[in-house]
């Protein structure tokens, strides 16, 4: 069983940076597909970015493209999402996801494609 643990989320004024970690606990993430989704109450959770560790291939919504950076610490078994120029939109609750397999990359956006999710992080954009 793969534990996720999220950390990082705060409070930050808009134009302001955070990163978030998530570490997987029991398991390396070798070969896996991790990534990033939020969640805001009353919508839809939404695809942010995501890791295909098999060859270190990285994609992005393009609400975040040029300000989130995916990227990971293998030795750590650690994924980050480093967020700049954040917007009072960016606000929500962060969750780390992983399939224990490459995904194509059409099923990157799909939450249902992952078996494994964090118990999420809150981030607040103040304007």
């Known amino acids: 069983q793969v534990q996720l643990v999220e950390s990082g989320g705060g409070l930050v004024q808009a134009g302001g940076s955070l990163r978030l970690s998530c570490t997987a606990s029991g398991r390396s993430f070798s070969g896996y597909t991790t990534a990033w989704f939020r969640q805001i109450p009353g919508k839809e959770r939404e695809f942010v970015a995501a890791i295909r560790w098999t060859e270190n291939s990285r994609h992005y919504a393009e609400s975040v493209k040029g300000r989130f950076t995916v990227s990971r610490d293998s030795a750590k078994n650690t994924m980050y999402l480093q967020m700049n120029y954040l917007k009072p939109e960016d606000t929500a609750v962060y969750h780390c996801?992983?399939?224990?397999?490459?995904?194509?990359?059409?099923?990157?956006?799909?939450?249902?494609?992952?078996?494994?999710w964090g118990q999420g992080t809150q981030v607040t954009v103040a304007s």
């Open positions: 996801v992983a399939k224990n397999k490459r995904l194509i990359v059409s099923q990157l956006w799909a939450g249902e494609n992952y078996d494994y």
